[in-house]
T-cell receptor, first 118, second 112 residues
Framework: GENVEQHPSTLSVQEGDSAVIKCTYS??????FPWYKQELGKRPQLIID?????GEKKDQRIAVTLNKTAKHFSLHITETQPEDSAVYFC?????????????????FGTGTQLKVEL | DTEVTQTPKHLVMGMTNKKSLKCEQH?????MYWYKQKAKKPPELMFV???????INESVPSRFSPECPNSSLLNLHLHALQPEDSALYLC???????????FGPGTRLTVL
C-alpha cells in the first residue's frame, strides 16, 4: 500500500521567515495530495491541495509543489505569522482506493509541528 | 450548510458502558468516514461509507460498530471499550465527484 514520509517532525521559524515541509510517497499512481493544518484541539482543515497533473499551486502565502518523478511534494509558507503555528499533515491518495460515491482513502504523513516565534 | 457536525464534543465512559457518537452533514456528500486520532499523530482511518454502505473497514475491533442510517447521518456505537481507545474521534465527508475530505470538530473520548 501507499506509504508517506514527512519531514521535519518539528520546525521552528522566526515570524516573517519561510517554512518548508516535505513529503515523499511510495505509490507512483497516487494522484491527489492534500495538506491539512490542525490547531490544538481543533479539526484538521484543508489548506491547499494539488493533483498529479499540476506541478505547482499557490494560494496567497501558501504554495505546494509536486515532483512526480521523485515522488515528493512540499508545502511552502512564506511570511510566516504566529497564527501559522499548528501541526501540518500531508497526505496522498492512491486511485485503488477511490470508491463509487466519492469515498476514498488518504494515507497521511506523520505530521510536522510548526512553531512561529515572535 | 457547509459543515460537518459531531456530538457530543466530549464523552467519558466506563469500560462496561454503551455509548454512541453522532455525525451529521447536509452538503449532499455521499461518502462519510470515521477516523481515530491520538495526540500528535495523524488521523487513522477506521471506516468508510459510500452510498450508505460500508465500503472500507480497516480491521477495527468489533467493540466499534458503525451505522449509516441515511445519507446525512453517521453513527459510531461503542461498547466494552478499553482505556487505550481514548482518543479524538473525527468524522469526515466527501462529495461524489470530489477529492477533499471535510472533517468535523471531533468527539474527545475518555475511557476509564
Amino acid at each position: 500500500g501507499e506509504n508517506v514520509e514527512q519531514h521535519p517532525s518539528t520546525l521552528s521559524v522566526q515570524e516573517g521567515d519561510s517554512a518548508v515541509i516535505k513529503c515523499t510517497y511510495s505509490d507512483s499512481a497516487s494522484n491527489y495530495f492534500p495538506w491539512y493544518k490542525q490547531e490544538l484541539g481543533k479539526r484538521p482543515q484543508l489548506i491547499i491541495d494539488i493533483r498529479s497533473n499540476v506541478g505547482e499551486k499557490k494560494d496567497q502565502r501558501i504554495a505546494v509543489t509536486l515532483n512526480k518523478t521523485a515522488k515528493h511534494f512540499s508545502l511552502h509558507i512564506t511570511e510566516t505569522q504566529p497564527e501559522d503555528s499548528a501541526v501540518y499533515f500531508c497526505a496522498a491518495r492512491p486511485p485503488s482506493f477511490i470508491l463509487t460515491g466519492g469515498g476514498n482513502k488518504l494515507t497521511f504523513g506523520t505530521g510536522t509541528q510548526l512553531k512561529v516565534e515572535l | 450548510d457547509t459543515e460537518v457536525t459531531q456530538t457530543p464534543k466530549h464523552l467519558v465512559m466506563g469500560m462496561t458502558n454503551k455509548k454512541s457518537l453522532k455525525c451529521e452533514q447536509h452538503m449532499g456528500h455521499r461518502a462519510m468516514y470515521w477516523y481515530k486520532q491520538k495526540a500528535k499523530k495523524p488521523p487513522e482511518l477506521m471506516f468508510v461509507y459510500s452510498y450508505e454502505k460500508l465500503s472500507i473497514n480497516e480491521s477495527v475491533p468489533s467493540r466499534f460498530s458503525p451505522e449509516c442510517p441515511n445519507s446525512s447521518l453517521l453513527n459510531l456505537h461503542l461498547h466494552a471499550l478499553q482505556p487505550e481507545d481514548s482518543a479524538l474521534y473525527l468524522c469526515a465527508s466527501s462529495q461524489e465527484q470530489g477529492f477533499e475530505q471535510f472533517f468535523g470538530p471531533g468527539t474527545r473520548l475518555t475511557v476509564l
